[in-house]
């Protein structure tokens, strides 16, 4: 089995881990380190790392003053409760980025918003 864990630099990781929990109707936890945790599923599947920036010295996570947050990457979580997702989200934003539409590609519904640190994620029905 192969897994890809996606890693994103963020300001405050207990905060982004609330945040992610939140949106992905999680339940709450507190991630195992104040510089780093993980947003896993209900089977335990790492659905998301968040790494302090600056913290362990890697080079792509030492500042967001480097590369705006996000640039060349996109978030795309598909969710089974699509519905409660999207008003779990409009409690966490004043503004969706896109409202609900269904995408012609994949002839799902999806909308798009930011993260407290400036990422964009779409989330998608299942």
Known sequence: MQRLWTIIGVDDVARSFRWYQTLLGLPASQPAHEYFGQI????????????????????????????????????????????????????LVPALDDEPAVNPHTGTAEFALCDPDGYRVMVSAH
């Open 40 to 91: 896993l599923g209900a089977d335990g599947t790492v659905l998301l790392c968040l790494h302090a920036w600056g913290a362990h010295d890697h080079p792509s996570l030492h500042s967001p003053a480097v590369a705006a947050p996000g640039n060349g990457l996109l978030l795309f979580f598909r969710v089974d409760d699509f519905d409660d997702a999207l008003q779990r989200a409009r409690a």
